[in-house]
């Protein structure tokens, strides 16, 4: 054939092919559903194309040839061995180019697991062969006699068993042999299940490499004990006890060459630098500008002893506070211990701040010395309870006379004395002096630690002193605090907060002011960011008093909406007030919305609250960091 020829032949041939028929093909399949109806999907040839890929009609009748087949192999992952499969294929319609495969599947029963074999086997000096603790793991896996053929189970299965034989401290077994064989006639699959155990290993000498502490003090931090088994997981888990014990930046756990079973131990502690020191400025529209110092000594001494001072200013009523903490470590596993404190908090209170239009004005200082007894966490369902322990030396001193009257001299004062008398000028002037006993428990559950979806909140403290005890004074007290959140669908969330105290004291009442004979540490006042929003800090308090109430009744209901990723919008109402009298409860409204920020260090807030009832401001912004509870 000449050149000229087979160039023709070519070109006719190139025609015919570009004038062959390209269709589109439509799959259904009936019959199952869930993840059976989704392998099968992906089985079937024709379905991984997309449904506008042209086929060559050739290619669609061949490729449907092979779909029965595909589906039998796609449902045996979950034990169906003898489905019944009616294919059909039809043509596209007169001036259509679509085919029509459907395939209605009954997938029948599934194939029963009639015999499981677990057989373990030493190696060498391997004690497999005869321990009792690997019969026992059999009864822990996914896949069990009896059950219906899951291969998806039967892979699971290999898994946790290998894990499982590891943990009991085989760390070089392995599964040698593993198999499913089916019986098609008897409609029936045995399964063998072969781990070569080799030698069984246990915890040998623990031996510390570190600076500073003292080893019996670390090796209060032990969960591994020589002689207990061997394994990856509980080394890991003994890591994370000594990193979360605050003293290590670096925790290394080295295993050593085995004598024998026993594997020796060497745990290297890298400490963190022993001060660490602290500074923030802020400023809040209820407090104004605000400054903090902090210094924490991480550890004191080689037994883990370790102190937090802190002191800290803020502009409203020049408020001050100094805190320190020194905390001594009993069972650092429970984390138990004792803390003793120290703290000295004072403010002013002035002639304006009890609405009077001149006076003088005092400073109410209190000071506390603590010592509390913190208990491990405990579980309680599915909450975790706190219980603390305390006992506070308080003592407390102000003068509302020279609030009242200004700062006159001798001659002036007692005179007002005397009309007033001693025991009224008492009252304006206390010197409280009281110990303090308390138990506090906080139960808490959340689904998250820096943005909570669904939790619940309830913290509790009863307190009190009684003159028989060494206190000038008797009362009692309780406190409840709760919070409630919940979401609804992935953009919903609703809190719900409460704030609820009552105290049972003596009361005197001097000039038509009530003044309580309780602390005004202790005495209550609403208001601000956690209180009732659209008021400023603490500026809620009974009229008939100056320092404070004997009881708050305070609720909150707020709506969150998430419009955009870790943003989210939120509208409240906030209600409440402090109070000397249940009859004389006035509970003061706000209102209000705010914006919310999922930041990486937690929950950014910022509110924009109203007062709906008579307040000095006409709103107030509201800027805060960090979870709810």
């Known amino acids: 054939m000449s050149a000229r020829a087979c160039y023709s032949a070519l070109v006719a041939l190139l025609l015919l092919a570009g004038s062959a028929r390209a269709d589109t093909v439509n799959v259904t399949v009936q019959g199952l559903a869930g993840e059976a109806l989704q392998n099968v999907q992906a089985a079937i040839p024709l379905a991984r194309h997309s449904a506008a890929a042209q086929l060559l009609p050739s290619a669609i009748r061949e490729q449907h040839a092979q779909a029965a087949a595909a589906i039998g192999r796609a449902l045996q992952p979950f034990g169906y061995y003898a489905p019944v499969i009616n294919a059909e294929l039809a043509p596209p319609v007169a001036g259509e180019d679509t085919w029509q495969a459907g395939y209605r599947v009954q997938s029948g029963p599934q194939l029963a697991v009639t015999r499981l074999q677990l057989v373990y086997e030493g190696v060498g000096d391997g004690d497999g062969d005869n321990d009792p603790d690997l019969s026992q793991i059999g009864a822990t896996l996914p896949l069990q006699q009896g059950d219906a053929l899951d291969h998806r189970a039967y892979e699971h299965s290999k898994r946790e068993l290998l894990e499982a034989v590891q943990r009991l401290g085989y760390t070089d077994a392995q599964l040698v042999a593993h198999r499913v064989e089916v019986n098609l006639q008897a409609y029936t699959a045995e399964v063998l299940l072969q781990v070569a155990t080799g030698r069984r290993y246990v915890v040998g000498p623990i031996a510390f490499a570190q600076q500073g502490f003292d080893d019996d003090f670390l090796r209060r931090f032990l969960i591994l004990s020589p002689g207990d088994v061997y394994n990856t997981a509980r080394l890991a888990e003994q890591r994370r006890v000594l990193s979360r014990s605050g003293y290590f930046r670096e925790v290394e756990i080295e295993p050593g060459e085995a004598s ?15 001060n660490r020191y602290r500074g923030r400025l802020g400023w809040g529209s209820d407090t104004g500008v605000g400054a903090q110092l902090d210094w924490t000594r991480r550890y004191l001494g ?27 470590p009993l069972d650092p596993l429970t984390d138990t211990r004792v803390v003793l404190g120290a703290r000295h908090e004072s403010k002013d209170l002035t002639f304006e701040d009890v609405d009077l239009s001149e006076g003088g004005e005092t400073r109410i200082a209190t000071n506390l010395l603590t010592a509390a007894w913190q208990r491990p966490l405990r579980g309680l369902g599915s909450f975790t309870l706190d219980p603390t322990v305390e006992l506070s030396l308080v003592q407390e001193s102000y003068d509302v006379f020279e609030v009242l009257f200004g700062n006159l001299d001798s001659t002036g004062q007692q005179a007002i004395i005397d009309v007033i008398g001693q025991d009224a000028y008492d009252t304006l002037a206390p010197d409280f002096e009281a110990v303090v006993p308390s138990l506090r428990l906080t139960l808490r559950r959340s689904d998250s630690r820096l943005f909570i979806h669904n939790g619940d909140y309830f913290d509790l403290k009863l307190l009190g002193a009684d003159e028989s005890l060494g206190s000038n004074i008797s009362f009692w007290q309780a406190r409840l605090n709760t919070w409630q959140i919940r979401s609804f669908g992935e953009r919903n969330r609703v809190l719900l907060r409460t704030a609820l105290g009552y105290s049972d004291a003596d009361s005197s009442e001097v000039l038509g002011v009530n003044f309580n004979e309780l602390p005004e540490y202790y005495e209550f006042r609403a208001g601000g960011v956690r209180s009732v929003r659209g008021y400023g800090f603490e500026t809620l308090f009974p009229e008939d008093a100056i320092t404070g109430g004997r009881g708050q009744l305070v609720a909150s209901v707020e709506y969150e909406y998430t419009f955009m990723p870790n943003v989210s919008a939120a509208f409240f109402v906030d209600a409440g007030n402090a109070f000397n009298r249940w009859e004389d409860y006035d509970a ?15 929950l ?17 912004i509201y800027i805060t960091v960090g979870p709810e509870f």
């Open 260 to 274: 024998g079973a026993a594997v020796p131990l060497t745990i290297r502690l890298d400490t963190y630098l022993p």
């Open 302 to 328: 080689s037994r883990g002893q370790h102190f937090n001072l802190g002191l800290g200013v803020v502009e409203e009523r020049q408020r001050l506070a100094g805190d320190l903490n020194y905390q001594i």
């Open 588 to 602: 003061k409204v706000g209102t209000g919305f705010g914006l919310r920020w999922r930041s990486p260090v937690g």
């Open 604 to 620: 950014a807030r910022m509110d924009l609250g109203f007062p709906l009832d008579d307040a000095d401001d006409s709103f107030q």
